[in-house]
Antibody
Framework: EVQLVESGGGLVQPGGSLRLSCVASGFTFSSYWMSWVRQAPGRGLEWVANIKQDGSEKYYVDSVKGRLTVSRDNAKNLLYLQMNSLRAEDTALYYC????????????WGQGTLVTVSS | EIVMTQSPATLSVSPGERATLSCRASQSVSTNLAWYQQKPGQAPRLLISGASTRATGIPARFSGSGSGTEFTLTISSLQSEDFAVYYCQQNNNWPLTFGQGTKLEIK
């Protein structure tokens, strides 16, 4: 059974940093693109970042470029999101997600970890 | 960036009736379009990929159609568990984008 479990969320001041983690199990982690998707409180879904199987390609939504960095450790089945220079608008539930097949249609989601950026 | 626009924002339908949700892309996404269902406090659930292919375990009352810029999700006979928010998402171009969602509520 595919499982994705996020951690690392919390309350952080504007300008601060946080690192989110997602541990994957039940599939060959190194064979899949992985994604971060977020949802601000009471709002819709927003794709944040994607990383290729070997980490050689990364894509980001414009609003996080230069501040958030996606990475992975295939030996440990871990996906990360390093979040720097955080802003109030980054406040959201952050989901780790895996595509079906090799793509970016997300058939598997974690339960999310909440990041709150506030002073 | 491809903008995805869903309509209506809220749809009120009685159980047993048919619901039709629309999604429009600002430029062609071919059939690289997915639909998700989200209930309060839960992660999204994939319903449809490739515009019309039901995901594993999704009941046959859910169907998707369309290509290019116009897409439709149809729920043929609404069950109580279908009342939720529905999102479309394109994966044809970076950045990947979602529609703003349609809330399907009980009439």
């Amino acid at each position: 059974e595919v499982q994705l479990v996020e951690s690392g969320g919390g309350l952080v001041q504007p300008g601060g940093s946080l690192r989110l983690s997602c541990v994957a199990s039940g599939f060959t982690f190194s064979s899949y693109w992985m994604s971060w998707v977020r949802q601000a409180p009471g709002r819709g879904l927003e794709w944040v970042a994607n990383i290729k199987q070997d980490g050689s390609e990364k894509y980001y939504v414009d609003s996080v470029k230069g501040r958030l960095t996606v990475s992975r450790d295939n030996a440990k089945n871990l996906l990360y999101l390093q979040m720097n220079s955080l802003r109030a608008e980054d406040t959201a539930l952050y989901y780790c997600a895996r595509g079906i097949g090799g793509g970016t249609t997300w058939g598997y989601w974690g339960q999310g970890t909440l990041v709150t950026v506030s002073s | 960036e491809i903008v995805m626009t869903q309509s209506p924002a809220t749809l009120s339908v009685s159980p047993g009736e048919r619901a039709t949700l629309s999604c429009r892309a600002s430029q062609s996404v071919s059939t690289n379009l997915a639909w998700y269902q989200q209930k309060p406090g839960q992660a999204p659930r994939l319903l449809i990929s490739g515009a019309s292919t039901r995901a594993t375990g999704i009941p046959a009352r859910f169907s998707g159609s369309g290509s290019g810029t116009e897409f439709t999700l149809t729920i043929s006979s609404l069950q109580s568990e279908d009342f939720a928010v529905y999102y479309c998402q394109q994966n044809n171009n970076w950045p990947l984008t979602f529609g703003q969602g349609t809330k399907l509520e009980i009439k």
